[in-house]
């Protein structure tokens, strides 16, 4: 199962509604883990060695700053790009999908747009 992060903007009904799915999913949010208010290239390198895919909305830079990390040979274990109009249970959904079925290592230096289509 993928271990996810979610940060500090990701939308927390979201998350609420991952965990009450799955109570065994690992997820952590970046305001429990005391990273609230970091730049998002700190962001991804605590995602990178905690070994946790990210959950996003944040489109406008995330994805630059993983590319980054991925271009300069950094780690980064992945970007999940959330739509803030995608419905949440379909959100839930298409994370809950990709969480559980999804090897560790399958989205390395990747970023993913959902919905899912």
Not at 62 to 67: P, S
Not at 71 to 84: D, H, I, K, L, T
Not at 85 to 94: F, L
Request: glycine share 6%; charged share 25%; proline share 5%.
């Amino acid at each position: 199962m993928l271990r996810l992060a979610a940060d500090e903007n990701f939308n927390n009904d979201i998350v609420r509604g991952l965990v009450r799915r799955n109570p065994s999913l690992d997820i952590v949010r970046a305001q429990d883990a005391g990273l609230s208010g970091v730049d998002d290239p700190v962001l991804l390198d605590w995602a990178a060695r905690e070994r946790r895919v990210l959950l996003t909305h944040d489109v406008s830079t995330i994805t630059r700053f993983a590319y980054d990390r991925v271009r300069a040979g950094q780690n980064m274990p992945g970007v999940f790009e959330v739509s803030r109009a995608v419905p949440i249970g379909r959100a839930i959904d298409d994370i809950l999908l990709l969480a559980e079925c999804s090897p560790e290592d399958e989205y390395v230096a990747q970023v993913l747009y959902l919905p899912l289509k």
